[in-house]
């Protein structure tokens, strides 16, 4: 919108343009440095190593946090294991009351802690803060109704917790991946070794402040910040009986044949390519708003993306004009800003990711749409992306780009586009769109994946069981089905 100046009429502009609409910073305290919370305190870390965590919109240091050696693993594994005793013994009651106030404690923080996840992350502080965080309390929230329940959740079988939990979490959803985590291990009875991922540590420290504020007992929560080797040294301790791994397919290959022999609980969440599939009867405004949310959102860093968009051929003209259109909305930049679109690429290595995908699929033929939009000059940034005339076999439509690029094939019939759906080695999410429910419970019958969205994309829930098949993994988190993996049926 052109605004005038002094009293100098303003030229009427064909574009709307926004003011800026920047989230405040000032009610934030990010320290300096962070040690490692082990037994119910900070303590600093044998290794006496530190790593930088970044601002990926201006690549400015956010704080220094320690990175644990196998000592620090096993100070933590071993307080966790000391609480272990106390806290699977605690009166089911009294344990939900503890994730209960967790989850309070969540929404209390929750523009804090929203705002450190964007700081973090880059994500846009509309989807941290409407998002990322409300969901990480109400999986607390709705697990901390289990914990008295389990005899119902599991009838006629006597449930009891497995022990010390290890979990690896990655970086797109930092705060959100921790919740899906802990809060069903505990509600179960057990404590936690929690490892974040490297470049997004910071709201698992504020985490750790939430358990001292919850007055969770010592031990039951514990976090260990550090590199990949970090991880593995969380996976392959013997005193952890479960791991839970959020994380690349390459990752969760090795932590599954690093596990293999030992008896530990395995649930891997790993990589997808997921089929947004469009019918000729859907209505197309409501999709092209499905396609945009179930790709571009998150930049496209999300496991269950719809990376793939499959439409059937007689509407595929008049629904990428509409797609491309949509594009050129799109504001691409300052995730501070409550206007922001998509925000910036979670790091440099990414971003060269995306890049050398992007550059396959025009060397392989497919033709590139970008809109016209200004990137800020510092921090890593990547445009919104489509791409059309691509073939099966190409890179950009059997790989996990895991950045804001869409790739766009075409179909005739149901069962081709059914075939097509199922051609990747993935099988974690899927979108159908058309206006009739007998196709939508055929396809959903029909794709091998774990999740079929029916005309929406991305919604979550916590009542709602998630997880893949094939290489996308196995075992669910969320819903009754995420208790399953922390407990012994006897
Ligand atoms: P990783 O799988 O390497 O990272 C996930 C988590 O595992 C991080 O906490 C990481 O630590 C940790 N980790 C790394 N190596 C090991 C190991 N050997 N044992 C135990 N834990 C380990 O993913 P990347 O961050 O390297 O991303 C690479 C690609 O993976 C992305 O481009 C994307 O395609 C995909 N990915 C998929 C995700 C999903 O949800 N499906 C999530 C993240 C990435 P650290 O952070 O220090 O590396």
């Not at 705002?115 to 969901?135: A, F, N, Q």
């Not at 489509?386 to 190409?394: C, D, I, R, Y």
Request: proline content about 7%; charged content about 25%.
């Amino acid at each position: 919108m052109a605004i005038a100046k002094r009293g100098v009429p303003a030229t009427p502009s064909p574009t709307f343009e926004y003011a800026p609409a920047p989230e405040a910073t000032d009610h934030v305290r990010i320290a300096s440095k962070y040690d490692l919370f082990v037994g119910g305190r900070f303590v600093r870390a044998h290794s006496r190593r530190r790593f930088a965590t970044v601002n990926p919109a201006t690549e400015e240091t956010l704080s220094e946090v320690a990175e644990a050696d196998e000592v620090d693993v096993d100070r933590a594994v071993t307080a966790a294991a000391d609480a272990f005793r106390s806290w699977s013994a605690l009166p089911a009651a009294r344990r939900a009351r503890y994730v209960f106030r967790i989850s309070r404690l969540i929404q209390e923080r929750a523009r804090e802690l929203a705002v450190v996840e964007t700081l973090d992350g880059g994500k846009p502080i509309k989807e941290s803060r409407d998002v990322d965080v409300p969901l990480a309390a109400a999986h607390f929230f709705y697990y901390a109704g289990w914990a008295d329940k389990l005899e119902w959740a599991f009838p006629n079988r006597r449930p009891r917790p497995l022990g010390v939990a290890g979990q690896v979490i990655p970086w797109n959803f930092p705060l959100l991946m921790l919740a899906w985590k802990v809060a069903p291990a505990l509600a179960a009875g057990n404590t936690v070794v929690l490892k974040p991922a490297e470049t997004t540590p910071l709201t698992a420290m504020l985490f750790a402040d939430v358990c001292q504020q919850a007055e969770l007992p010592p031990g039951v929560v514990n976090i260990v910040t550090g590199a990949g080797e970090t991880g593995a040294l969380v996976v392959g301790h013997p005193a952890v009986r479960k791991v839970a791994f959020t994380g690349s397919t390459e990752v969760g290959k090795l932590i599954q044949r690093q596990l293999a022999g030992t008896g530990k609980r395995l649930t891997l969440e790993l990589g997808g390519k997921a089929a947004n599939v469009v019918f000729d009867d859907a209505p197309l405004d409501q999709a092209v708003e499905g396609i945009v949310n179930g790709i571009y959102f998150n930049q496209g860093h999300v496991c269950c993306a719809g990376s793939r968009l499959l439409v059937q051929e007689s509407i595929a003209g008049p629904l990428l004009e509409k797609l491309k259109r949509r594009l050129t909305t799109l504001r691409v930049g300052d995730p501070l800003d409550k206007n922001t679109d998509v925000g910036a690429i979670n790091s440099r290595q990414q971003l060269d990711r995306i890049e050398a995908l992007v550059r396959s699929g025009v060397d392989e033929g497919a033709e590139l749409y970008q809109p016209e939009c200004a990137l800020p000059e510092r921090g890593w940034w990547f445009r919104p992306t489509l791409f059309t005339n691509v073939a099966q076999s190409s890179r950009i439509a059997r790989e996990e780009i895991f950045g804001p690029v869409l790739s766009v094939l075409t179909f005739r019939t149901p069962d081709e586009a059914v075939e097509k759906a199922n051609n990747t080695p993935y099988g974690l999410s899927a979108g159908v769109w058309t206006e009739k429910g007998s196709r939508i419970l055929w396809m959903a019958e029909r794709m091998r994946a774990g999740v079929v969205w029916a005309n929406t994309y991305n919604r979550f829930d916590p009542t709602s069981p998630f997880g893949g098949y094939k290489e996308s993994g196995f075992g669910r988190e969320g819903g009754l089905h995420g208790l399953a993996p922390y407990v012994e049926l006897a």
